[in-house]
């Protein structure tokens, strides 16, 4: 693979996005004022651009797909794997900024800058990505990071909102020392902070963890896990997702999960191939705590948001589980896993905005009584979300547990299957909880459904995905395969 200072194909889709951002600015301070509205208010010409620089972000990176390379003397590489990960991004963005101006226009919260921060939130992600250089992942992360602090503090007149946003930046800042300080620890040992001179390292050194190498391997890994939500660095999710306005949640459900996951990938994939982590163990622990207390945790709840946050957390545990038994099964396991976990996330919490009658952010599991029969076919499509979640075969969600769980079994983690099967039992009762009170209690349901037909639209979008991508595993699996490091 050669290195080149100037392979801008490596980046083409960090281009659009950087050029976009600037031009949805412009466009919002020239056209984000209207006389014909009340408010005085139009972000509608702000809301298409943003939706055509993400398409366009998407048609380039399927035109350079794998053909990127290296560049930038071999700090950032546009292979398959950058452009799997960059096209769950570019999905995710384009669905919620597609279902988001009816909730923003509801809460008084339709401000140009909310399409800014969402495209920031994805250049950094898709630097997380591409990124071969731990500098790169760093800078990536911060950038989506501090997109997400503000974000998830939109909701600027509600203290819960409030609070959501301080939470996240304090607990943020304080995983990113650690980040950072890992970074820096592997810089003293091996004088280089590009990955392949760090994989070259751990496999040509007589004892390639000692001195400070095994402290920074944790401290990147920390650094990781608080933005994958796993347990003991999970402590943010619940009340960040219930205080963030919800098209912010579906969001950060989805999309920077995955790209904590690929910059994970990036670190750790190729060193684990080559001579095996010795703090697998460690894993094992991380991904065991973590499905079960995200399971468990979520039984407990009478609200959706939160629920799905603590579901949130169990599904960290389950990719977990590919990465502590390595191998292009669970890598490619992992890829799988999150192309359709996208769907099933962004999908749930678009429905649930519309079921939430009170407006004021109290998304009550009881508001679902008697859905089915007011709108039977939203209650068809939360099911599908639902099922999918559950690992109910043949949906998107059951085969990605499978790949994941088949490759722990073919590296002999018997044990830590079994406990991954046991917590997806647990997970049946919460998920179908809904189902039931959706067909089998009676209840006001929803009388007149708030004219939202990009809503509408993004969550069949979703169901489609899941079901497609069940039905076809092998094809997603194929790609997935072919686009590991």
Not at 286 to 303: C, D, F, K, R
Request: glycine share 10%; proline share 4%.
């Amino acid at each position: 693979m050669t290195s080149s200072p100037f392979n801008l194909l490596s980046i083409a889709a960090p281009i659009v996005l950087g050029a976009g951002i600037l031009l949805v600015l412009l466009v919002d301070l020239l056209f984000g004022k209207s006389e014909r509205i009340p408010s005085g208010k139009d972000r509608r010409l702000t809301q298409v651009c943003a939706l055509a620089v993400v398409a366009i972000a998407g048609a380039v990176t399927i035109a350079a797909w794998g053909q990127g390379d290296s560049g930038f003397f071999g700090q950032v590489s546009g292979d398959g794997f950058a452009s799997f990960f960059n096209l769950i991004f570019l999905a995710v963005t384009f669905l919620v900024i597609l279902s988001s101006p009816n909730y923003l226009a509801r809460g008084g919260i339709h401000y140009g800058e909310y399409y800014v921060l969402i495209l920031l939130a994805t250049l950094g992600m898709s630097f997380m990505a591409l990124g071969t250089n731990l500098l790169i992942i760093f800078l990536g992360l911060e950038t989506m990071s501090v997109s997400l602090y503000v974000l998830a503090g939109f909701h600027r007149e509600r203290p819960r909102s409030n609070e959501a946003s301080l939470k996240y930046l304090l607990l943020g800042a304080f995983s990113t020392g650690f980040l950072l300080y890992g970074i820096a620890l592997v810089y003293g040992q091996t004088g280089s902070l590009n990955l392949s001179d760090f994989a070259a390292y751990l496999q040509n050194a007589a004892n390639p963890f000692a001195g400070y190498m095994g402290i920074a391997l944790a401290l990147l890994l920390i650094g990781l896990a608080f933005k994958m939500a796993a347990v003991p660095f999970h402590f943010w999710s619940p009340d960040v997702y219930d205080g963030a306005p919800t098209p912010v949640t579906a969001f950060m459900s989805a999309a920077p999960k995955a790209a904590a996951f690929a910059a994970a990938l990036r670190i750790f994939y190729e060193p684990a191939m080559s001579l095996g982590l010795p703090w697998q163990q460690i894993l094992w622990v991380i991904a065991v705590l973590t499905m079960t207390l995200g399971n468990l945790s979520a039984l407990t709840q009478s609200s959706f948001k939160r629920m799905l946050a603590y579901s949130s957390i169990a599904h960290a545990g389950y990719l977990l589980v590919g990465l502590t038994a390595g191998g292009s099964l669970a890598g490619a396991g992992m890829l799988y896993y999150l192309g359709g976990y996208v769907f099933m996330n962004v999908g749930a919490f678009t429905l649930a905005y519309l079921v939430n009658r009170r407006g004021a952010g109290d998304y009550a599991i009881a508001d679902y009584a008697g859905l089915a029969t007011r709108h039977p076919v939203m209650a068809a499509i939360m099911s599908i979300f639902m099922l999918s979640l559950t690992g109910i075969p043949p949906l998107a969600g059951f085969f990605g547990k499978f790949y994941v769980f088949s490759a722990a079994v073919q590296q002999g983690y018997i044990w830590l299957v079994v406990i991954g099967v046991l917590n997806s039992v647990v997970a049946v009762f919460y998920y179908l909880r809904i189902m039931v009170i959706m067909y089998m209690r009676e209840g006001e349901g929803l009388r007149d459904l708030e004219h939202a037909p990009s809503v509408a639209f993004t969550a069949a979008v979703c169901s489609i995905a899941i079901v497609l991508l069940g039905i076809l595993p092998g094809s997603l699996l194929d790609l997935a395969r072919a686009s590991l490091p």
